[in-house]
């Protein structure tokens, strides 16, 4: 079965600072990865995902995640962030070729600070 | 176009009661599946339509809670006997189906058990 592992409940940092939210996965089998952002009082969004390919995704707003798959990680960065970016960060997984439930980690409060 | 929606945005019920959550997906969608995100932590998956049939439902906590999708599109969960412990965030999600990698969720609703 697969698992999600978000080590970091909250992230404070201040606006232009770098950032990195860590994301680890358990699966015996490849799967499917994804980041989402939950905005204060908004829907689940998609941020960016890594189906297969370059292990190097980006999103449009600046944010790039990492398959790294010795490391069982998908680290999500952003070399400078905005105030527009405080939401909530969520990790998830699915296996390929099936359209499944995805497996959520218990999420990243990311606060920047001016 | 239009995203998945799901009415009514909050519902506040009192213990025992029964209560039914609409989900609409986006159009063309055939896979539909059901979520629920509990304070701090990150969404649970409940039950996975494709198309009228629930492919997956081995999320649904125990028997007080049903879901349908009669026609394939617009979904109903239903709670009966509603416990405190339902109090939570409803999330539906939809995606193309058997080649639709990415998920897309609806703003939820959030239910509050008295």
């Known amino acids: 079965a697969q698992s999600v592992t978000q080590l970091d409940s909250q992230v404070p940092v201040f606006e232009e600072a770098p950032v990195e939210l860590r994301c680890n996965y358990s699966?015996?089998?490849?799967?499917?990865l994804f980041w989402y952002v939950q905005y204060p009082n908004q829907g689940l969004q998609l941020l960016l995902k890594?189906?297969?390919?370059?292990?190097l995704v980006e999103s449009i707003n600046g944010f790039e995640a990492e398959f790294n798959k010795s490391q069982t990680s998908f680290h999500l960065r952003k070399p400078s962030v905005h105030i527009s970016d405080t939401a909530e960060y969520f990790c998830a997984v699915r296996p390929p070729h099936n359209t499944d439930k995805l497996i959520f980690g218990t999420g990243t409060r990311l606060q920047v600070f001016p | 176009g239009a995203g998945v929606s799901q009415t009514p945005s909050n519902k506040v019920t009192e213990k025992g009661k029964y209560v039914e959550l609409r989900c609409d997906p986006i159009?063309?969608?055939?896979?539909l599946y059901w979520y629920r995100q509990s304070l701090g932590q990150g969404p649970e998956f409940l039950i996975y339509?494709?198309?009228?049939?629930?492919?997956?439902d081995s999320g649904l906590p125990n028997d007080r809670f049903f879901a349908v999708r009669p026609e394939g599109s617009v979904s109903t969960l239903k709670i009966q006997r509603t416990e405190r412990g339902d109090s939570a965030v409803y999330l539906c999600?939809?995606?193309?189906?058997?080649?639709?990698?990415?998920?897309?969720f609806g703003p939820g609703t959030r239910l509050l058990v008295l």
């Open positions: 339509f494709q198309g009228t049939g629930a492919a997956d």
């Open positions: 999600a939809s995606s193309l189906g058997p080649q639709g990698e990415t998920q897309y």
């Open positions: 699966s015996s089998v490849s799967v499917y």
């Open positions: 159009s063309g969608h055939t896979a």
């Open positions: 890594y189906l297969s390919g370059s292990t």
